[in-house]
């Protein structure tokens, strides 16, 4: 009767240190995703700013009293599309590690960590609620479908000056012979 009672006090202890370590994985899984998330908005942000002060940039370049030589009215369109190239691939990439983190700790939540939260709260699943309440929202974009469209947008401004600047730099007659 003691072995069997010694199998069952091994047998907890296993599950607890199971858990505990399950709760440290999930722990970190869940502050990487926070980290991430930082880091992603604090990037885009930066590019944002970047970005705005460009087009402020090319904005002055057309200035009735301002001379520029013609070569900086065309790299200065360039230079953002190539920023909105980073920006978009960076932004991209940022997602990616922030779903990883999120189904890392969604794994160990389903995997270890079910049938505590289930003791703690059955009604506690913030991931698939805030799916429900996005879908609610008709016509609205996503965060991440809305930051994708920012930064397409920008760039489709930066190809319309790209355009004017070469209008304005090369005569008619260079396109039309």
């Known amino acids: 009767m003691s072995e069997n009672s010694e199998n069952k006090q091994q047998n907890k202890a296993n599950r607890n240190e199971k858990l505990d370590k399950a709760i440290a994985k999930y722990q970190i899984a869940i502050c990487k995703n926070t980290s991430e998330g930082e880091i992603l908005w604090s990037r885009y942000n930066a590019i944002l700013v970047f970005n ?6 090319i904005g002055l370049t057309y200035q009735e009293n301002v001379s520029l030589p013609p070569s900086i009215k065309l790299l200065l369109p360039i230079a953002g599309l ?17 779903d990883h983190w999120a189904e890392s700790a969604r794994k160990i939540e389903e995997n270890y960590l079910l ?6 709260c059955s009604c506690l699943d913030p991931i698939n609620e805030g ?8 016509g609205v974009p996503s965060t991440r479908s809305g930051s994708y469209i920012l930064i397409v947008m ?8 790209l355009f004017y600047a070469i209008l304005r730099i090369f005569p008619k007659e260079a396109f039309y012979p």
């Open 115 to 120: 049938e505590e939260k289930n003791k703690i």
């Open 154 to 161: 920008i760039g489709f401004l930066y190809v319309v000056f």
């Open 82 to 98: 190539i920023s909105c190239l980073v920006w978009f691939t960076s932004t991209l990439r940022g997602f990616q590690w922030l």
């Open 52 to 57: 705005t002060i460009l087009m402020t940039a």
């Open 131 to 138: 799916k429900k309440l996005r879908s609610k929202i008709i």
